[in-house]
Structures are given as C-alpha cells and as structure tokens.
C-alpha cells in the first residue's frame, strides 16, 4: 500500500460558523489539522477580544474527544475598530490576526471596510503590535469584472499598503490569479499568501460549462487554466511564502443551490486528501509537507507540530452530503484517504 506521512498540519483559513453547521463540520478538520485560523465573518462579526473568546470556547465543544485541536481566532477589521482594541488583540494569547473584507466582497463583509485608505491608522496599529492583516484581495465595484477584482486590487491597494507599512506581516488569502503570485513572490518577506484545494484542482469551467454547478461557486472566483497553473506552480515551489488555507466554507445545500447562491466550497472533510491530489498531479508529493505543516506555523511564529498523519493511496467515493451540507466533488472520486482513529 502507498502511503504518506508528514507533520500534521495547520489550515490557515477556515469559516467553521456556528451554531449546528459547526458541530457537524468541526470535527471533519480537527481530525486532520492540529490547528486553524478561525474566520470571524460570523453574523455579527467577531470584533472584539471578548466575542473571540466566547466563540472559542463554542469551537472547542465541538472537538471529538480524544483529539486535540486548537482553534487560532481572528478579528473582524471594521471603519469602527479602535487601536486600543487591537493593542487588547495583540495582548491576548488567543488571537492571531486581523481580517479585512472590502464592504460587500463576500459573505458576511457588509461590517466590512468600505475605504481601505481611511484605516491607514489602524494598519500602522497592527504593523506596530505586530499582528498579522489577513487580506480578502477584491475590489467590490459593479463595473469592475467578477474575474479582474482580485488583480485591480492588488494595483489599487496592495501594492501602496505593502510600500507603506514595511514592516505589515500580510496575508493575501486564497490566491486564485497568475498576478496575485506575482505579486507575492516579489514582495518582501512579510507577505506570504494561502492556496485554496479547488483554486488548486479546478479552473472556472468547473462551475459553467456543462451546466452550472453552485458547489464550485466560491470568492474570489475560479479563474481560467493559465491561472491554475500558476497557483499551482507556486503551491509546489517550496516557497514558504506560499502555504495552506483551505477556505473551506460551509452553507447548506439549499443556500447554494439557490436563485442567489452562496459563494464557498466545503472542503474540510477532505482538505488533506484534496491538496495530496493537486500535488500529486504536480508530481510534488514531496512539497506537501512543507506547504501544508511547516510555512504556515513559521509565518504565525507559533511552533511546528510535532505528531504526524498518514495518508494511503485508495479511491474512495465522497459522499452526497454531510447532514445538510454538500461537499466539494460530491458524487466523486478522491484518490487519498488519511488514516485516523476516527471515523467521520
Ligand atoms: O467563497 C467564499 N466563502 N469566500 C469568502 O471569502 C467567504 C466564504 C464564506 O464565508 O462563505
Ligand atoms: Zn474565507
């Protein structure tokens, strides 16, 4: 039998949500990463230190037992975020970062920032408290085209933000554009970036042709060929720039199979499982690791794990749906399977 083991990893971007989604998807990714960096896009959004730590605690009920995992909370940058709360961001142990949403870029990002240039004051806060900024890099305008927003971005903000705050640890989350690694690959050292699996595994006719298909709906968008091939260039580079953060991003099925569905994949039933097949097409097996267990950790400043997984090689059918949710490549076949004591 074939197999793979490495360090067990970290996924540096997750929505787990609340309430009863997050019973049923949590455990999907404790049994694989040993920690993760929590969204806050909640409704309302996680803002202050105090909701961070109540949301936790509900995240850490949900956890199988026996299983250790430890949830690496975030918060919501908002127009109203004071520097006070984030000198409190940067005293407290459990929070990692700060995520800004342009207004309107995504789920849940109406509390988000309508002017990325009036919080300059806030962005000197973080880079002086050395708290990391999570980025979701898309101009929100109409006129500007759903493909193009993630590329006017980075020429409209990113570039002035990274020549401004030097010392601004930046994280341009879930690439999905042959520019954006461009970009990240000439920065300087503070800017590092995540991949997601179906940025990775599928370009955007996984979503229109052939009929459309809503499971594959996700923001920023998938892109054309040229543009997956570069994030996959770059994903299996050895890059530590470069790391893993899955996006997973539940809804239930009727929200995406809907007049106006809900932008996001789920993927954390299978993440690993998802990157070793992106990988393995790459024919970059041995780059997984890094990627996936050691780059993230060292952006974060937080030590590397130090337990393992084991993935085999056997085919396997993802199933239709776990409770009300349908996961990415629903209905077909993945080609790693991690072993675990527990099963899902
Ligand atoms: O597809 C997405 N779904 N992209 C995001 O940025 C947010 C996420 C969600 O929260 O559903
Ligand atoms: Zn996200």
Request: net charge negative; proline share 6%; glycine share 4%.
């Amino acid at each position: 039998m074939k197999t793979l083991t490495i360090t067990r990893p970290d996924d540096c971007h997750l929505h787990v949500r609340n309430g009863e989604i997050l019973k049923t998807v949590l455990p999907h990714t404790a049994r694989q990463f040993a920690r993760a960096i929590i969204m806050p896009n909640l409704k309302p959004p996680v803002t202050t230190v105090a909701q961070a730590l109540a949301y936790r605690n509900e995240i850490l009920h949900a956890v199988p037992e026996g299983i250790s995992f430890e949830p690496l909370m975030t918060l919501y940058l908002t127009a109203a975020t004071t520097i006070n709360a984030i000198k409190l961001a940067a005293d407290s142990e459990h929070i990692h970062a700060f995520k800004l949403y342009p207004a309107g870029a995504t789920t849940n990002s109406d509390a988000g920032v309508a002017d990325i240039t009036k919080i300059y004051p806030l962005l000197a806060a973080l880079e002086k408290y050395n708290l990391p900024l999570l980025i979701h890099g898309e101009v929100t305008e109409d006129n500007c085209d759903i493909f193009d927003r993630e590329r006017v971005f980075i020429e409209r903000y990113l570039l002035e933000i990274t020549a401004n705050f030097p010392a601004l640890r930046i994280v341009l989350e879930h690439l999905t554009t042959k520019e954006a690694v461009e970009f990240v690959e000439s920065a300087g050292e503070k800017i590092a970036a995540t991949i997601t699996p179906q940025h990775l595994l599928f370009n955007r006719n996984a979503i229109l042709a052939g009929g459309i298909k809503p499971h594959y709906y996700c923001l920023p968008i998938l892109k054309r060929e040229t543009h997956r091939l570069a994030l996959v260039k770059a994903a299996t580079s050895g890059n530590p720039k470069f790391f893993l953060g899955t996006d997973s991003a539940p809804h239930l099925t009727y929200l995406k199979e809907n007049n106006c569905g809900c932008a996001g994949c789920y993927s954390a039933f299978a993440a690993l499982e998802l990157y070793a097949e992106a990988f393995e097409k790459a024919d970059a097996l041995d780059k997984l690791e890094g990627f996936s267990s050691f780059y993230g950790s060292d952006f974060y400043n937080l030590p590397r794990n130090t337990e393992t997984v084991t993935l085999e090689k056997c085919d396997w059918i993802v199933p239709a749906n776990y409770a009300e949710i349908t996961p990415l490549k629903a209905g077909e076949s993945l080609h790693w399977k991690i072993q675990n004591v527990i099963d899902i």
